[in-house]
């Protein structure tokens, strides 16, 4: 549930960047926006997205 919160705040720009994240939460995070949201740009490559 708090992954859902955090990956819509970064998908509508609430929160800046992605290491904003909680730690704990970053995997969870990575995962429902690249699957659900589809925009691997909002992610770090570490985390399976296209930011370097």
């Known amino acids: 549930m708090m992954g859902m919160l955090f990956a819509c705040r970064l998908v509508d720009g609430r929160t800046a960047s992605f290491d904003l ?3 704990k939460l970053k ?3 990575a995962e429902i926006v690249i699957g659900d949201f589809g925009l691997p740009e909002l992610v770090p490559v570490e ?5 370097k």
Do not use: L, N, S
Request: no cysteine; aromatic share 10%.
């Open 21 to 23: 994240i909680p730690a």
């Open 27 to 29: 995997a969870q995070v």
């Open 47 to 51: 985390f399976g997205g296209t930011i």
